[in-house]
């Protein structure tokens, strides 16, 4: 994951508490990390995703780029850019 997002910490922290979890529901090791890999891929794929995105958009280098993207976040509400990251610090802890 890049570190465009500052979430690597966070992703670390969300693995151990749901590695955890599992590890004390499931029967056996293999299990546990079986249902760890089903339960944590979707999420930090997105994550992972996002994150690029964000970086590469942040490092754009040509003018026009460079311009349309700031003109772009200039024009998108406050209250947008507030919800954006909702989908990433949304998290609960496993059942």
Do not use: F, H, K, N
């Not at 994550?47 to 780029?65: D, T």
């Amino acid at each position: 994951m890049t570190p465009d997002l500052g979430q690597g910490a966070c992703r670390a922290l969300e693995d151990a508490v749901t590695l955890a979890a599992l590890l004390d529901a499931r029967p056996t090791v293999a299990e546990a990390l079986a249902a760890y890999d089903a339960a944590r891929r979707p999420r930090t794929r997105r994550i992972a995703r996002r994150s690029r995105l964000a970086g590469a958009v942040a490092q754009w280098g040509s003018p026009p780029a460079v311009a349309l993207r700031d003109a772009l976040m200039r024009l998108t509400p406050g209250s947008v850019l507030l919800r954006s990251p909702a989908p990433i610090l949304s998290w609960t802890t496993p059942p």
